[in-house]
């Protein structure tokens, strides 16, 4: 080859190259290192936001336990849920009222017995709902508390 009137050995070939390489190379390290800062920065504003969003939450549901109106308690849930719930609803239309407000207090954290205190339900009736829960979305009742959980945590 001829550049500038010289010719180029192969040591000068391999030395280019070599040069080309290790800039490629170093670009692709440094991307790498980018963008894993990048992924630790989004875990922590993930983990960050599920924290807050526990706190509201358990704000709420010791706001919630505080009312002596059982139902009015109930009904604040369904209007801060109101999206949330209406699309459960689309997604498993043979939920009953019922169903759907057990199924937000399970997915919100909430103990049973606090569950059986909001509901006014007796443990046996609860169980069966927790049953019937399972059926109508297409899980078992072992697995409702961890389902239930993902269809009202942000992901």
Do not use: C, W
């Not at 800039?23 to 894993?36: D, P």
């Amino acid at each position: 080859m001829l550049m500038d009137g010289h010719f180029f050995n192969e040591v000068d070939l391999f030395v280019i190259a070599y040069s080309v390489v290790a800039l490629t190379v170093g670009f692709i390290i440094e991307r790498i290192v980018s963008l894993k800062r990048e992924l630790t920065d989004l875990r922590i504003r993930l983990l960050t936001n599920q924290r807050e969003q526990a706190m509201r939450y358990q704000l709420l549901l010791e706001q919630i336990k505080q009312q002596s109106d059982k139902p009015q308690a109930l009904d604040e849930l369904q209007h801060i849920f109101g999206d949330k719930l209406h699309q459960l609803r689309r997604q498993y239309p043979a939920l009953t009222d019922t169903d759907v407000q057990v199924l937000t207090l399970i997915g919100l954290g909430v103990e049973n017995h606090e569950i059986l205190a909001l509901t006014d339900m007796s443990k046996r009736t609860y169980y069966k709902r927790r049953q019937l829960i399972a059926q109508r979305i297409g899980t078992t009742a072992a697995q409702l508390d961890e389902v239930a959980k993902g269809l009202f945590t942000t992901k």
